[in-house]
Nanobody, 114 residues
Framework: VQLVESGGGLVQPGGSLRLSCTSSGNIFRSDIVDWYRQAPGKQRELVAQISGARFTYYLDSVKGRFTISRDDEKNMFHLEMNSLQPDDTAVYLC?????????WGQGTQVTVSS
C-alpha cells in the first residue's frame, strides 16, 4: 500500500488548507486512518484519527479547527484545517493501520506564516 499526500502549502495565519491522502490499495472499514505531524525539533504527534465507524480523535490543540474524514470508496481521506496558526507549521503525514501493519505517506509541508 502506498499513500500519497497532497494539499499542503504556505498559508497566512487564520487561513485554511485541505489535505488529502490517496491510497494505492483499498481502504476497508476495519482500517484506522490517521493524520500525524512533525515540526522541526519536535516529536511526531497524532493530530486526528477516524475509524471505519467514523469515531474520531483530535489533538486538543486542533479541536474545533480541524476535521478528519474518509471516503473508503475512493480510497481517500482528508484533513480539513481551518483557523491555522504558526504552531500548526509542520510536515503532515497520513497513515493507515490495517491488519497489524502500518503504512505511511511521505508527508506534505504545511507552513503558516505572514
Amino acid at each position: 500500500v502506498q499513500l500519497v499526500e497532497s494539499g499542503g502549502g504556505l498559508v497566512q495565519p487564520g487561513g485554511s488548507l485541505r489535505l488529502s491522502c490517496t491510497s494505492s490499495g483499498n481502504i476497508f472499514r476495519s482500517d484506522i486512518v490517521d493524520w500525524y505531524r512533525q515540526a522541526p525539533g519536535k516529536q511526531r504527534e497524532l493530530v486526528a484519527q477516524i475509524s471505519g465507524a467514523r469515531f474520531t480523535y483530535y489533538l486538543d490543540s486542533v479541536k474545533g479547527r480541524f476535521t478528519i474524514s474518509r471516503d473508503d470508496e475512493k480510497n481517500m481521506f482528508h484533513l480539513e484545517m481551518n483557523s491555522l496558526q504558526p504552531d500548526d507549521t509542520a510536515v503532515y503525514l497520513c497513515s493507515i493501520r490495517a491488519l497489524g501493519a502500518t503504512y505511511w505517506g511521505q508527508g506534505t509541508q504545511v507552513t503558516v506564516s505572514s
